[in-house]
Nanobody
Framework: QVQLVESGGGLVQAGGSLRLSCAASGRTFRTYAMGWSRQAPGKERELVANILWNSGSPYYSDSVKGRFPISRDNAKNTVSLQMNSLKPEDTAVYYC??????????????????WGQGTQVAVSS
């Protein structure tokens, strides 16, 4: 089992920044990738960024590319999402996820095995 706890959400004005963090605990030695997804009211959950646990380039959806760098700290078992130049359309609940899948694409929700409880991000115009 892996436990994921997100933090850092909140209310911010458009153009502002927030930093989300996710702390993983438990059986983290099998982690191959971590990701951040978001779900806005009435919309499907979408993956916005992922990062491989050991190497490789991060993935970003077109909606956040260039604004939301993802980073990891393997020693602390944490993954972070720095959200810059926030827009009202970024308003959503953001979820951290962990994948035990070897050699996956990590682009699909079903490839992730564990999820955090979510943290609300609200961007006012």
């Amino acid at each position: 089992q892996v436990q994921l706890v997100e933090s850092g959400g909140g209310l911010v004005q458009a153009g502002g920044s927030l930093r989300l963090s996710c702390a993983a605990s438990g059986r983290t030695f099998r982690t191959y990738a971590m990701g951040w997804s978001r779900q806005a009211p009435g919309k499907e959950r979408e993956l916005v960024a992922n990062i491989l646990w050991n190497s490789g380039s991060p993935y970003y959806s077109d909606s956040v590319k260039g604004r939301f760098p993802i980073s990891r700290d393997n020693a602390k078992n944490t993954v972070s999402l720095q959200m810059n130049s926030l827009k009202p359309e970024d308003t959503a609940v953001y979820y951290c996820a962990e994948s035990d899948l070897y050699n996956g694409t990590y682009l699909w929700q079903y490839e992730y095995d564990y999820w955090g409880q979510g943290t609300q991000v609200a961007v006012s115009s």
